[in-house]
């Protein structure tokens, strides 16, 4: 059973940063590309960051570009979203995503989900 759980949203001033992270039982892990998307109030749910299944390859959607950074640790079965700069518009529920593929930047490729983590960021 495939199971992803995220942590470390909240509340903080824009500016600020927070560092989210997602605990992965996928299997084998070293092989999923992962990532992770933001779904913001009263819109769809979209790609933020991907990495690799080696960590070698990242993507990041254009609004984040030099203020997040993606990360992953096969080792321990993490995933990591370091969030710089906070803006307002970085509000919304982030999700922690898997897919079967080594990689990928399509929105409709991860089959499986967190339940997802808030992040709240104040103006």
């Known amino acids: 059973q495939v199971q992803l759980v995220e942590s470390g949203g909240g509340l903080v001033q824009a500016g600020e940063s927070l560092r989210l992270s997602c605990l992965a039982s996928v299997r084998p892990f070293s092989q999923n590309g992962l990532a992770w998307f933001r779904q913001a109030p009263g819109k769809e749910r979209r790609l933020v960051a991907a990495?690799?299944?080696?960590?070698?390859?990242?993507w990041y959607t254009g609004s984040v570009k030099g203020r997040f950074t993606i990360s992953r640790d096969n080792a321990k079965h993490m995933m990591w979203l370091q969030m710089n700069s906070l803006k307002p518009e970085d509000t919304g529920t982030y999700y922690c995503?898997?897919?079967?593929?080594?990689?990928?930047?399509?929105?409709?490729?991860?089959?499986?989900w967190g339940q997802g983590t808030q992040v709240t960021v104040s103006a």
């Open positions: 990495i690799s299944w080696a960590g070698g390859t990242t």
């Open positions: 995503a898997a897919t079967e593929a080594t990689m990928s930047s399509g929105e409709y490729d991860y089959d499986y």
